[in-house]
């Protein structure tokens, strides 16, 4: 059926009361440290003067946020002290009263409405865009007329009121369920449910500002884009992965513009202007982000704190991994490390030399990571440093960028299918921001130091944006998904939420598997014109045997964990590590391959070899 204007309002609204229905029956769930670590905040910063924020050591939970979330703590401590002023002192360490339980998981449902608000925005905008465009045509459904020499009229796709009503406009039809899909995505996130809502962290509304962020740029306010991305900055500096896409699509779309080719092709005049105005954009957009981080840091470069501020922000002294090691690739590393310590003295013996050489104060280690207390180290393996994570980090972001840069250079010439017009700027920035943000995220969390296993969700939610759009995009996100929500079961240790969580994350893969096949088999999607034109049966998602063989692997690994290991004394007693090992190496397969798969179609792109996904949308 097709989705009117008025019912996709509503079906998003059934979405949002449904998952704001599921967090309240989390409210009596299993709380983490974190909840301790946020209630400390919530008092240091409303019960201490401001130069006391980033000194004050009474809890080993110090504030280790940048400024503009301490504020946001501060704002949420306005509303505590009618509550239960009790946990705004604090000298009260791990008070954890009913009412303050109660304000301070109310809190992460109430500000979640960021969360919803974007999901909504860009709902719609996925929708009408569709629709806008009719769906047809080689390019799918972001193909569209570009005005070349000019830039476009404001988008129409940021309302809803462009969507057909006629029953029988199967595209019309497909582009409001893939809103709907998208709202699914983004609102049920199971990761958001299993880290905010019972684990217990504040994600959910600054993955909101992400995408509003995001929201903004696909509408064409690029420069509203940049600040919301520079406020987000400073209100979690695990964002600063993403900063240099951020600064090569400002600087194309926003700063220095081009369409139709007019800024190479045109007179010397024209030229001048377009460099003036270019320049002009550039101070503007320098003004308003040093504005944000000078209204964050101001007061404290003025109270000669930025070291200690900064010394609380990045605290290299934590180690390369945590003490649960995130599914990334210093976890097969570190595993690696482990076994050859194990095959040290049995292939010593057998070559008859110290081939391996191992160090002796590291076996033993539980884990690589000192946490607050002091840095362990690999006891054969080279040590990784944090120069090695960040040039790591560098080095695969570089094909994005370049591959940014060449493909917003393309826009206005490019077009896909025969009849089709040249993508506009605005339309490619729709097609690529997306997966070049999700894929910035992603190096982050692969390459980083001292990664959160939390942090794959900020990569998850803007490659959902993708997924409902492109088939490529879908598949990546249901193995990501999958492996990224598994890797965060093993926070939730307590045996009266294993049902819970084990709930969520099946069900959240249910629906996105039903919902992302339902929508790439759709006889209006172009992928699926494409196999009728070509005699082939339509299949969906079309998962590779690769794919599937490693999603049903995780029932094996899940049968090891909660079963096999626990009932044979042998294995707790000699591999106590045996199953958050297999956990986080097993998810890093997943992770890796879906960073390997972006990473290779963006080398293309940086090549100038660009895939159908950067100027078509189904591929």
Same mark, same amino acid.
């Given at each position: ?23 309240? +029956? ?11 670590? *946020? ?6 910063? *409303? ?68 969360? +919803? ?26 193909? #569209? ?61 600054? %993955? ?13 306010? *690029? /420069? ?10 400073? %209100? ?8 240099? &896409? ?32 270019? =320049? ?22 003025? +109270? ?33 490390? $482990? ?24 076996? #033993? ?8 207390? $002091? ?21 695969? =972001? ?33 097609? &690529? ?31 959902? &944006? ?22 965060? =079961? ?52 079309? /998962? ?20 096999? *290991?626990?009932? &044979? ?11 958050? %090992? ?6 890093? =397969? ?16 940086? +090549? ?12």
């Amino acid at each position: 059926m097709v989705i009117k204007h008025g019912s996709f309002g509503v079906l998003c609204l059934q979405l949002a009361v449904v998952a704001t229905a599921v967090k309240l +029956l989390l409210l009596p769930t299993y709380r983490s440290t974190d909840f301790e670590v *946020h209630r400390n905040w919530l008092a240091i910063t *409303h019960s201490l003067p401001l130069s006391k924020w980033y000194v004050d050591a009474t809890s080993v939970w110090t504030l280790d946020y940048p400024p503009l979330f301490a504020w946001f703590e501060w704002a949420l401590s306005q509303a505590a002290a009618a509550v239960d002023p009790a946990m705004l002192r604090v000298v009260n360490l791990d008070h954890d009263s009913a009412a303050t339980v109660a304000f301070q998981r109310g809190s992460v449902i109430v500000t979640d409405l960021v969360l +919803l608000l974007a999901a909504f925005w860009l709902a719609r905008d996925v929708a009408a865009t569709g629709v806008a465009s009719g769906g047809g045509g080689g390019s799918g459904i972001f193909s #569209g007329p570009a005005s070349s020499g000019s830039r476009a009229a404001p988008p129409r796709s940021t309302s809803f009121s462009g969507l057909p009503v006629d029953s029988r406009s199967s595209a019309a039809a497909l582009a409001g369920r893939r809103g709907v899909a998208l709202f699914a995505l983004l609102a049920l996130n199971a990761g958001l449910l299993l880290v905010d809502h019972i684990h217990f962290q504040y994600n959910g509304a600054m %993955m909101g500002v992400l995408l509003l962020s995001l929201a903004a740029a696909r509408t064409g306010r *690029h /420069l509203l884009s940049g600040v919301l991305f520079a406020v987000l900055l400073n %209100m979690k500096h695990l964002f600063l992965f993403a900063a240099p &896409v951020y600064f090569v699509y400002l600087l194309r779309h926003y700063c220095f513009e081009t369409t139709g080719g007019s800024s190479s092709s045109g007179s010397s005049g024209a030229q001048g202007n377009w460099a003036a105005r270019g =320049l002009t954009r550039l101070a503007v957009l320098g003004a308003a982000v040093i504005a944000v981080f000078a209204a964050s840091f101001g007061p404290f470069v003025a +109270l000669g704190q930025i070291p200690q501020v900064f010394g609380r922000l990045f605290p290299f002294g934590r180690g390369l991994l945590h003490a649960y090691w995130a599914a990334n690739a210093w976890a097969p590393y570190a595993a690696a490390d $482990k076994l050859l310590v194990l095959a040290a003295p049995a292939l010593n013996r057998q070559l008859g030399w110290a081939a391996l050489r191992v160090d002796a104060e590291a076996v #033993g280690s539980a884990n690589l990571a000192g946490g607050l207390v $002091k840095v362990q180290r690999f006891a054969v393996l080279p040590q990784i440093t944090p120069s090695i994570t960040a040039a790591a980090v560098l080095m695969a =972001l570089v094909p994005c960028l370049v591959g940014l840069w060449r493909l917003g250079r393309a826009a206005g010439h490019v077009a896909v299918g025969p009849g089709a017009a040249p993508a506009s700027s605005r339309q490619h920035v729709r097609r &690529v921001f997306a997966r070049a943000l999700a894929y910035s995220c992603l190096c982050g969390f692969v390459f980083g130091w001292h990664v959160h296993e939390k942090a794959i969700i900020v990569a998850l939610l803007p490659l959902a &944006v993708d997924a409902v759009c492109s088939r490529l995009a879908a598949r990546r996100f249901l193995v990501l998904s999958t492996a990224g929500h598994y890797g965060l =079961l093993p926070l939730l240790f307590r045996p009266e939420e294993y049902g819970t969580k084990v709930l969520l994350v099946a069900s959240y893969f249910a629906v996105a598997a039903t919902a992302l096949g339902a929508l790439h088999g759709d006889a209006a999607s172009p992928h699926a014109r494409a196999a009728r034109t070509g005699g082939k049966r339509n299949a969906g998602l079309a /998962l590779g045997w690769l794919q599937r063989a490693y999603l049903v692997g995780f029932v094996a690994v899940e049968l090891y964990c909660s079963v096999v *290991h626990e009932r &044979v004394p042998a294995l707790r007693e000699r591999l106590p590590f045996a199953p958050l %090992m297999l956990t986080s190496v097993y998810c890093s =397969l997943g992770v890796l391959g879906v960073w390997g798969d972006i990473a290779f179609e963006w080398s293309g792109e940086a +090549l100038g070899y660009p895939s159908r996904s950067s100027f078509g949308a189904d591929t």
